[in-house]
């Protein structure tokens, strides 16, 4: 059996001598057992599992994260007259929350701050009216107001948000459509205009 060698010349004086060194047979060099290259194959088998599992619950997060935002922009259709007009509607649904909260609360004078200082309602001026709903809110119960399906138009410096409200109080329940005429403003956007519009018959004429 041949085996490739490796040499190695040298001079001495006028002897030239060369010395082999059989090298390494490939052949002979130590192989995997097979019990080590199964363990190999189940550690690439548990990785890639893992690799799986965790690309799984990734996408499975990202899914809740999607639903969640659908569900949110589901409950606010938004229209714009005006590229940058859409960007004003989280403030606008902000404004409208805290007016909603303000008046849950029987809040009168951070109910206020919400209308614009221009607001008329039934021939009132804004300081008029305020004064009517502070009676209103002192002889009401607790009151809930809910709001659904909330659609914001903008055009300009003003907004139209139109909305389902539902309003209890004590024994009193009424559900209508609720229209807010806004304008924007250096303290954010007020209520120029609103209108309520019954859906069914209430059973008080107190609102």
Not at 144 to 171: M, P
Request: proline share 3%; hydrophobic share 30%; with cysteine.
């Amino acid at each position: 059996m041949k085996r490739p060698c490796g040499y190695d010349i040298k001079m001495d004086g006028a002897v030239l001598s060369v010395a082999f060194t059989p090298k390494p047979d490939a052949s002979s060099s130590p192989k995997p057992k097979p019990m080590e290259k199964k363990e190999q194959d189940e550690a690439e088998v548990d990785r890639l599992k893992a690799e799986v599992a965790f690309l799984k619950s990734r996408n499975s997060d990202l899914e809740d994260k999607l639903r969640q935002w659908k569900e949110k922009s589901d409950n606010a259709t938004v229209s714009s007259s005006t590229p940058s007009g859409a960007g004003h509607v989280d403030g606008i649904l902000e404004s409208v929350e805290s007016w909603r909260l303000a008046w849950q609360d029987k809040d009168v004078e951070r109910y206020g701050n919400f209308y614009s200082e221009s607001f008329t309602q039934d021939g009132q001026d804004k300081k008029a009216w305020l004064l009517s709903k502070k009676e209103k809110f002192e002889r009401a119960e607790v009151i809930s107001i809910k709001t659904e399906n909330i659609q914001v138009g903008i055009s300009g410096n003003q907004a139209s948000v139109k909305f389902i409200q539902d309003y209890q109080s004590g024994r009193h329940k009424d559900r209508g459509i609720k229209t807010l005429i806004m304008t924007q403003t250096s303290e954010g956007w007020k209520i120029l205009f609103e209108k309520w519009e019954a859906l069914k018959v209430s059973v008080s004429s107190f609102k």
